[in-house]
């Protein structure tokens, strides 16, 4: 009955507030259940009235007058039901859009910082919470508390047939305890490897050529083969287990109902009820058991919305609160790393140590060092992807990290190591799907990457779609529309990981003209590469080793340092300049 003690005791989160917000609806609903079953009781009065005068007085106006009154009486307890039902609707509707928006930044929040929930299960966990708790299991809820009321009926009518009734609903309750503690362990087994073989697949799909190339699908196969193993073993288990009590809550109710045919003929022998009240009696046990029989059949449901909605709480609660910022303006580009230490999660030893250097508006740093020295880590704390264990990075003196997100990236330019476009036109990846970023300013930042005359080329120009993560293209034309992307609206800060690993020639003399035309227009640029040649326009170097600085200076004495290794040192004043930040 876990599912059941969410409700009081909700977190303070988004999705906490939501359901917060959704006691009033239930009230209102509560309010029509409530009506809703005061005018259920017309039937048993319908059948008690036939049964008890009109058979007796055979008096056809009485018969018609009746059937009216109880078809009207049905119509309006339908419509109040369906009134119920767009209550909830209406309220799932609106825990959505309340919700949807921060489970979906929250999955990019755990993706940055390598959280392994960083799935789109998130969002069919969000539907699949959000479609119980306003279907009809969750509305079966709204019945529960109206059980005593039709059991008072019947003890009214009768106390042995009330205790009976009372005794079956009080079996029935038993029967569905026993069974969510006897699947409930199982199913969440089958559930868990289930995402697991969902996300090693979509791993494996993602990186098909490299499995198929290499022969990789039979022992692939048999990893999948194994979570999959556990799914079908435990889900089966969970099945036989919910099958056995299934099959024993129907044999339950179907005893329930013979038992009430029998009690009240046998009361109807003794002449303690009116024999209208037979028929009376078993429509009033079957309403008073049925909001138990649908729980019971809305069980699995009911657990998997438990389940989901654990998913989305966890992933809420360790996602990074968006912080609260004053709109700032566009920076002049002086960037200043202070006292950085990061470790990502899960790893024991820090990726960066100490590292400290400062940058003018308008210089261009180059990056290097030997893989694993920590450059894309440095890039991804440079435009606030990570946050520093410790330290800090300012931009203009502000924050990168706390930074609004939005506002940071109209003044921010990155172009990732991997570049990866989304599925849709050349221009929208240009114009990173934002609204209102004109043709002017897409062929503006394609001419800048100078990418602009071969998007000309391709089939329908800026139009082309590029299909499923940029599929379409070839890793060196998705780094220069990557490129593109990165230099819209001619952005004041750079930083480029590894820009010409997918360049042709033609492409690097382009990423070259690219580098120089940002210097020209004032922004301050982040190189990060293993070829030297990319340097060329570079103010500075920077040279990483093990996470800490190791040469930091003007670029011509940095590199010569690098290039004669086996020279006499320079002069202490000049190496403490060369090495500043070390």
């Given at each position: 009955?876990?599912?059941?003690?969410?409700?009081?005791?909700?977190?303070?989160?988004?999705?906490?507030?939501?359901?917060?917000?959704?006691?009033?609806?239930?009230?209102?609903?509560?309010?029509?259940?409530?009506?809703?079953?005061?005018?259920?009781?017309?039937?048993?009065?319908?059948?008690?009235?036939?049964?008890?005068?009109?058979?007796?007085?055979?008096?056809?106006?009485?018969?018609?007058?009746?059937?009216?009154?109880?078809?009207?009486?049905?119509?309006?307890?339908?419509?109040?039901?369906?009134?119920?039902?767009?209550?909830?609707?209406?309220?799932?509707?609106?825990?959505?859009?309340?919700?949807?928006?921060?489970?979906?930044?929250?999955?990019?929040?755990?993706?940055?910082?390598?959280?392994?929930?960083?799935?789109?299960?998130?969002?069919?966990?969000?539907?699949?919470?959000?479609?119980?708790?306003?279907?009809?299991?969750?509305?079966?809820?709204?019945?529960?508390?109206?059980?005593?009321?039709?059991?008072?009926?019947?003890?009214?009518?009768?106390?042995?047939?009330?205790?009976?009734?009372?005794?079956?609903?009080?079996?029935?309750?038993?029967?569905?305890?026993?069974?969510?503690?006897?699947?409930?362990?199982?199913?969440?087994?089958?559930?868990?490897?289930?995402?697991?073989?969902?996300?090693?697949?979509?791993?494996?799909?993602?990186?098909?050529?490299?499995?198929?190339?290499?022969?990789?699908?039979?022992?692939?196969?048999?990893?999948?083969?194994?979570?999959?193993?556990?799914?079908?073993?435990?889900?089966?288990?969970?099945?036989?287990?919910?099958?056995?009590?299934?099959?024993?809550?129907?044999?339950?109710?179907?005893?329930?109902?013979?038992?009430?045919?029998?009690?009240?003929?046998?009361?109807?022998?003794?002449?303690?009820?009116?024999?209208?009240?037979?028929?009376?009696?078993?429509?009033?046990?079957?309403?008073?058991?049925?909001?138990?029989?649908?729980?019971?059949?809305?069980?699995?449901?009911?657990?998997?919305?438990?389940?989901?909605?654990?998913?989305?709480?966890?992933?809420?609660?360790?996602?990074?609160?968006?912080?609260?910022?004053?709109?700032?303006?566009?920076?002049?580009?002086?960037?200043?790393?202070?006292?950085?230490?990061?470790?990502?999660?899960?790893?024991?030893?820090?990726?960066?140590?100490?590292?400290?250097?400062?940058?003018?508006?308008?210089?261009?740093?180059?990056?290097?060092?030997?893989?694993?020295?920590?450059?894309?880590?440095?890039?991804?704390?440079?435009?606030?992807?990570?946050?520093?264990?410790?330290?800090?990075?300012?931009?203009?003196?502000?924050?990168?990290?706390?930074?609004?997100?939005?506002?940071?990236?109209?003044?921010?330019?990155?172009?990732p190591q991997d570049t990866e476009l989304f599925a849709g036109t050349v221009r929208n990846n240009i114009a990173r799907f934002r609204e209102g970023v004109t043709d002017e300013e897409v062929v503006a930042a394609a001419q800048l990457a100078g990418v602009h005359e071969l998007i000309l080329r391709m089939p329908k120009g800026y139009d082309t779609d590029v299909g499923e993560g940029g599929t379409v293209l070839s890793a060196g034309?998705?780094?220069?529309?990557?490129?593109?992307?990165?230099?819209?609206?001619?952005?004041?800060?750079?930083?480029?990981?590894?820009?010409?690993?997918?360049?042709?020639?033609?492409?690097?003399?382009?990423?070259?003209?690219?580098?120089?035309?940002?210097?020209?227009?004032?922004?301050?640029?982040?190189?990060?590469?293993?070829?030297?040649?990319?340097?060329?326009?570079?103010?500075?170097?920077?040279?990483?080793?093990?996470?800490?600085?190791?040469?930091?200076?003007?670029?011509?004495?940095?590199?010569?340092?690098?290039?004669?290794?086996?020279?006499?040192q320079a002069p202490a004043a000049e190496v403490r300049a060369v090495e500043g930040g070390r």
């Amino acid at each position: 009955m876990k599912f059941l003690t969410f409700l009081t005791d909700l977190p303070d989160n988004v999705l906490g507030r939501a359901l917060r917000e959704g006691r009033r609806p239930a009230m209102v609903a509560f309010g029509f259940s409530l009506v809703s079953n005061v005018l259920y009781l017309a039937l048993p009065l319908y059948t008690y009235q036939v049964y008890g005068r009109v058979l007796t007085s055979q008096s056809q106006a009485t018969l018609w007058s009746l059937t009216l009154i109880t078809l009207f009486v049905f119509i309006i307890s339908s419509v109040i039901d369906d009134f119920r039902a767009r209550i909830l609707i209406n309220y799932g509707v609106a825990l959505d859009q309340r919700v949807s928006g921060r489970v979906f930044s929250s999955l990019f929040d755990a993706a940055v910082r390598g959280g392994a929930g960083a799935r789109a299960q998130a969002l069919r966990d969000l539907d699949q919470f959000r479609q119980a708790l306003t279907g009809i299991a969750a509305a079966a809820f709204f019945d529960v508390p109206w059980i005593p009321v039709f059991l008072g009926v019947l003890f009214i009518i009768d106390p042995l047939i009330g205790v009976v009734t009372l005794i079956g609903a009080a079996i029935l309750v038993m029967l569905a305890i026993a069974q969510a503690r006897a699947t409930q362990s199982a199913l969440k087994e089958a559930n868990d490897a289930a995402l697991r073989s969902y996300a090693f697949t979509d791993a494996a799909l993602r990186n098909g050529e490299v499995v198929r190339a290499m022969g990789m699908l039979p022992t692939l196969g048999q990893a999948w083969a194994r979570h999959r193993a556990v799914t079908i073993e435990r889900g089966a288990a969970a099945s036989e287990a919910s099958n056995f009590y299934t099959d024993a809550i129907k044999a339950v109710r179907m005893g329930m109902q013979v038992l009430t045919i029998g009690l009240g003929a046998f009361l109807i022998l003794k002449g303690s009820i009116h024999p209208g009240m037979l028929f009376a009696n078993m429509i009033l046990v079957s309403r008073a058991l049925q909001p138990i029989e649908k729980i019971v059949g809305s069980w699995d449901p009911l657990n998997a919305m438990y389940r989901a909605y654990l998913r989305l709480n966890q992933l809420l609660e360790t996602a990074e609160a968006p912080a609260a910022a004053t709109a700032l303006p566009r920076p002049l580009g002086k960037l200043s790393v202070e006292g950085v230490n990061f470790a990502p999660p899960s790893v024991q030893r820090l990726v960066l140590s100490g590292v400290n250097f400062t940058i003018e508006p308008s210089e261009v740093l180059g990056v290097i060092g030997p893989s694993g020295a920590g450059k894309s880590t440095l890039a991804r704390l440079l435009v606030g992807i990570w946050k520093p264990l410790n330290g800090v990075v300012r931009l203009d003196g502000a924050d990168v990290f706390t930074w609004d997100r939005a506002d940071f990236g109209r003044y921010v330019g990155y172009l990732p190591q991997d570049t990866e476009l989304f599925a849709g036109t050349v221009r929208n990846n240009i114009a990173r799907f934002r609204e209102g970023v004109t043709d002017e300013e897409v062929v503006a930042a394609a001419q800048l990457a100078g990418v602009h005359e071969l998007i000309l080329r391709m089939p329908k120009g800026y139009d082309t779609d590029v299909g499923e993560g940029g599929t379409v293209l070839s890793a060196g034309q998705r780094q220069r529309v990557g490129l593109a992307r990165c230099l819209l609206g001619n952005p004041a800060f750079v930083v480029l990981d590894e820009p010409n690993a997918n360049l042709d020639a033609e492409g690097e003399d382009a990423l070259m003209r690219a580098i120089d035309a940002m210097k020209a227009n004032g922004a301050t640029v982040v190189i990060i590469s293993h070829k030297p040649g990319v340097f060329r326009a570079a103010d500075k170097m920077l040279v990483l080793r093990d996470g800490r600085v190791e040469l930091f200076g003007p670029r011509d004495q940095v590199m010569a340092r690098l290039v004669k290794p086996a020279q006499p040192q320079a002069p202490a004043a000049e190496v403490r300049a060369v090495e500043g930040g070390r």
